[in-house]
């Protein structure tokens, strides 16, 4: 074996080099992510802008082992920096974990400066910055990914494999909801904050924040895109000024109906993502609550009961699990599992499960609800 092709083949071995913006010390979701990238040893954390607080920063890098000239004041300094280094030292794609309205800035600047982008949901503050984002991503040829986390669940894949094979027959209704109780009064922290914050969260708060998550599960299990809503949004805690409680009627491709909900102002509501779809011949229904059991429904038999990491699952969802039956696994793996997509995506060349079109539909998702709400739950047209 010659040299260079040793050189190649260990750099196909290496671990992806990733680099981090937001995450500081004192944010949930940052560590999370960190956690998630790490899981399967094909990723590796080189580099951050943990936070505008360059002090925040230093700590945050050297609590992770970084070498302190990797770690930077601000995003636009990392990107010129990171670009500067030898190709196999400097990052190879940015992992965005900032409030909302910081989303696509450092996507912009990251694809310009030629590295590739794994950023937090929603995409962008707004359908315009939305679809400004696609025409950078298909300018610069660059992958380009969504964590919505619930897709990485193994059984969320399962129920999606039931519908394309057409084990339910032709889908016709869709439940879908996303329940939490922790806004249900006011509530004063860093995560609060920027979620009731316009500025920070965009023109939706709950929707925004969690709707969106209800409306990808619901496309990606039934394979129809959603095409029109007629939306009540609500504000329950008076000195909000973002929704924090919403709920719509929807119509999907092929004549599918369905209704949508999302809350957080729910007592005692910890996390409970829900979806049950039904077809002319049976139904499938899973919660995030008890990821590792999906039911299937039949008309003429018992409910069927289907477990993870089972050696009857489609050999896809084999590939999502990291421990025998009887180990439940949930939220990190599943987590995981969307950084192992986007990492397999780098290595592979092939396509995300959410890239840059879910980012413009869930944005243009959000903008139908407001606009419908805004007109008495008038139906609306999801224009994406």
Known sequence: MSQVT????????????????????????????????RLDGKIELVCGAFSRDAENTKRTGAGLGLDASRCYSDFEA?????????????????????PNHVHFPVAKVALEAGFHVLSDKPATLNLKEAKALQKIVEKTGLNYGLTHTYLGYPLVSVAKHIVNTGGIGQVRKVFVEYIQGWLATEVENKQADWRTD?????????????GTHAHNLAEFVTGKRMTHVAAD???FVDSRRLDD?????????DGVKGTLSASQ?????????????YGEMGGLIWNQEEPNTLLRTYADRPTEIIRS????LPVSAQEGFRTPPGHPE?????????????????????PVTTGIEGGVRGMAFVEALLKSSSKNSKWVEIKS
Do not use: W
Not at 80 to 85: G, K, R
Not at 90 to 98: A, G, L
Not at 200 to 206: I, Q, R
Not at 309 to 312: C, E, M, S
């Open 6 to 37: 040793a050189d190649i083949e260990s750099e196909a071995r290496a671990p992806i080099r990733m680099g981090m913006v937001g995450g500081g010390e004192g944010a949930f979701i940052g560590e999370v992510h960190r956690l998630a990238a």
């Open 78 to 98: 990392m990107m010129q920096a990171e670009a500067a280094l030898p190709a196999d030292q400097r990052m190879q794609f940015v992992s965005i974990v900032t």
């Open 198 to 210: 316009p500025s920070k969260s965009g023109g939706s708060g709950c929707m925004g924040d969690i």
């Open 233 to 235: 949004l609500s504000i």
């Open 245 to 253: 409680d919403g709920s719509a009627l929807f119509r999907m491709e």
């Open 265 to 277: 102002i729910c007592v005692g509501q910890e996390n409970s993502l829900s979806i049950r779809v």
């Open 309 to 312: 990491a089972q050696g009857y």
């Open 330 to 350: 949930g939220y990190l793996e599943a987590f995981a599992n969307v950084y192992l997509d986007f990492a397999n995506s780098l290595k592979s060349d092939t």
